[in-house]
């Protein structure tokens, strides 16, 4: 069992703040389904353009709601200069520490702060989202500059610490050598601006994910059920969908026929052009 | 906490058993002696010794000599597997499965660094093997098959008894780890010719820190741990007499109320599922349940987070485990439902109830009533739940 501080504990048992604020000034989302959490941070300004109101919606552990919960506390009050400068750190001390296995519960809450407040100023979320694009943990998906950053904010010296901090390197360790040269790399390098990308949908992971769902649900499944098969939404990855087909799909030899020519087009046509979909290798 | 304790975590470990408990005492107190010293009071001990080794071995329709104690369920598979190995040494493939215990799965990982192939066999949606995968994968190279009995995790039971066949009739040494099968369901070593079998005391009801490695008469044994005579020659260190009795005695009620399990634990099971399925906004249960454990169900929770749901009932005093990658130091979810491809929006929402025969009705009405109002709860915190 974790190790959580009478502060984590209060803010899991009773979370302040929960819900999602109906046309918000700022809104941000955070986290994967791969990782098991997620956040909604939304929050709306008052007259005098500090933070009046900010909601969260969770999914994930005891420490991920308790973080959550305690980043509305700390920011309402906090003009958006003040609570950019927020960091993980903050949000954990707030709370009395986080077991290092969970710091990245932290680090969801300044990165989903991060959104809302680009979001708020009008800059474009995607945009923020792209320069976080190279990925480095396939198994968490968690990018360079997710990585660089909590190194640099947190003084990371060994990858067990950037694995505590971010889950990079968790999963399956291919990425460990990677995360190394980030470690040596962050002390001299400064430059963290990547080169953007094509921006996809304007959706968040969130939206796409129940998107997804719907769209397989009533386009595709019924279909692959008539031939005796099935389709899961196994994960989201960008605009990769990961599926896995079920039943008598799966043991079709025309599966990856039916995957790109009919999965993949009605995705392309319900939820954005450029979904690609894979299935799951596992 | 709340005034009581509903512990529906009994494929983690289970509660000594009265019975058990008061078996051992006198072992802690006037029966100290050391069972290999010459006299009598030490002799007396030995036939305590004796008696529990048959007792063991009686469950498993065994011979006492091929009952060798050990200090638990991991160090009999490691036994088993560096034994076949060493005693095979022109042998380097290994098959085993995917959904295998830390215990048999790291240590076959370990081993590929000491120039061993590892062939994990896959498991399909309802975690069951196949047959013909096995089959394929057997060559001249393979010096052993280790493949579980039941799944600690959904509880799913492999096709032992065919495996055990396909194996033996390449002359391929089986072993299987069968921590959760032992005293759940009805294992017969005359009628199943496994080599090897690896039970832990504390999932049946004796204490932690005992275990038993069958090995079956006339199978070679290369010691794991090596000093004195004791256990044959075959396990080295004076024996955990306290806890060897007691082993014995758990053995002895799971032999006489194995069908209990199958009667009035399996009812308690069947209504927990079947209530929490009906009364879930969405739930699914993990696993294939016509071949399972009568006492696990495995049950996944759509988009709402194992550890939490945990910390809610433990503060209900409910005990339960889950697959999600939060509960796990290792921040990865349960490598088993991911072998069976569940989707993460429902592995790291899995829940483990596991029951045994303490376990009431009563206790079942809790469980439904509290894990009901938790998914109410995180749902309403939950970011994919609709406004």
Redesign the interface.
Known sequence: MWDYTDKVKDHFFNPRNVGKIKNPDGIGEEGSLACGDSLTLTFKLGEDKKIKEAKFQTFGCGSAIASASALTEIIIGKTLKEAEKITNNDIADYLGGLPDEKMHCSVMGREALEAAIANCRGEDVNELRDRHKNVVCQCFGVTDVEIVKTIKENQLKTVQDVTNYTKAGGGCKACHAKIEELITGTMGVQDESEAPKKTSSRMTNIQKIKLIEEVIEREIRPALKADGGDIDLIDLDGNKVIVALRGMCSSCPSSSYTLKEYVEAKLKEFVSEDMVVEEDKL | MSERTVYADNNATTMVAPEVRDEILPFLTELYGNPSSMHLFGGQVKTHLDLARQKVAALINADPSEILFTSCGTESDNTAIRSILTTNPNKKHIITTRVEHPAVKNLCQSLTTNGYRVTELSVD?YGQIDLDELRENINDDTALVSMMWANNETGVIFPVDEAVQIVKSKGIPFHTDAVQAVGKIKIDAKKTPFDMLAISGHKLHAPKGIGVLYVRKGTGISPFIVGGHQESGRRAGTENIPYIVGLGKACEIALNIIDKEQTQIKTLRDRLEKELLEKAVDASVNGDIKNRLPNTTNISFK??????IL??LS?QGIAASSG????S?????SHVL??M?V???R??GSIRFSLSRYNTDEDITIIVDKMLAIEKRLR??????E?
Do not use: N
């Open positions: 949606k988009y709402i987070e194992g550890e939490s910390l809610l503060a999600s990658a939060c509960t130091g290792s921040l990865e979810p991911r072998a491809g989707p993460f929006t592995v790291h309403e915190i939950s970011p994919f739940t406004d």
